[in-house]
T-cell receptor, first 114, second 114 residues
Framework: NAGVTQTPKFQVLKTGQSMTLQCAQD?????MYWYRQDPGMGLRLIYY???????DKGEVPNGYNVSRLNKREFSLRLESAAPSQTSVYFC?????????????FGQGTRLTVV | AQTVTQSQPEMSVQEAETVTLSCTYD???????LFWYKQPPSRQMILVIR??????QNATENRFSVNFQKAAKSFSLKISDSQLGDTAMYFC???????????FGKGTRLHILP
């Protein structure tokens, strides 16, 4: 049982380049999330998806786009990377409505924009 | 909007001591979940303990327990007999029941000293 798998684990981009972070979960969860983690800021929600075909903005959506391709996959795209987007990115999933609900996280992607 | 506040950016305690991490939250909701997540240097996010707001009894998981004060909107984590492996960043998180957003605090970095 792989849980939440996100790729890549590390990436260096030049300012202005684009890239997509991939995330897949095999737990049949309906909700998926993208967070960024910065020192002293905790985890901030970028976008989330309550179900296949729906996405909503979180706290810090500017500069990002997302796609909920199907129930398993939720990708995060940076169209034109900026140094301010240097961060560690986490994908997570959860099953809403479950008594034992919790968020399961991927291993994170450390992104550096130079 | 819900907010989660962790007022202790960093703490250090000696091995085998007991330590309490503070968390307060702001919500007008009555039904919600609260979580403590641990993030060791490996960057992995690990659920430590979960509390459902409708339960008056404080959750416990081995050496980890919470003091949930619903009226005061307080959710502190107590680690008993602390171990070197407890060294990590700890995040308090909030999820409204029926919602899909999980809101995190900024974290407390805990050092267990030998």
């Amino acid at each position: 049982n792989a849980g939440v798998t996100q790729t890549p684990k590390f990436q260096v981009l030049k300012t202005g380049q684009s890239m997509t972070l991939q995330c897949a979960q095999d737990m049949n969860h309906n909700s998926m999330y993208w967070y960024r983690q910065d020192p002293g800021m905790g985890l901030r929600l970028i976008y989330y998806s309550a179900s296949e075909g729906t996405t909503d903005k979180g706290e810090v959506p500017n500069g990002y786009n997302v796609s909920r391709l199907n129930k398993r996959e939720f990708s995060l795209r940076l169209e034109s990377a900026a140094p301010s987007q240097t961060s560690v990115y986490f994908c997570a999933s959860s099953r809403q409505g479950a008594l034992n609900t919790e968020a399961f996280f991927g291993q994170g992607t450390r992104l550096t924009v130079v | 909007a819900q907010t989660v506040t962790q007022s202790q950016p960093e703490m250090s305690v000696q091995e085998a001591e007991t330590v309490t991490l503070s968390c307060t939250y702001d919500t007008s909701e009555n039904n919600y979940y609260l979580f403590w997540y641990k993030q060791p240097p490996s960057r992995q996010m690990i659920l430590v303990i979960r509390q459902e707001a409708y339960k008056q009894q404080n959750a416990t998981e081995n050496r980890f327990s919470v003091n949930f004060q619903k009226a005061a909107k307080s959710f502190s984590l107590k680690i008993s007999d602390s171990q070197l492996g407890d060294t990590a960043m700890y995040f308090c998180a909030f999820m409204k029941q029926g919602d899909d957003k999980i809101i995190f605090g900024k974290g407390t970095r805990l050092h267990i000293l030998p």
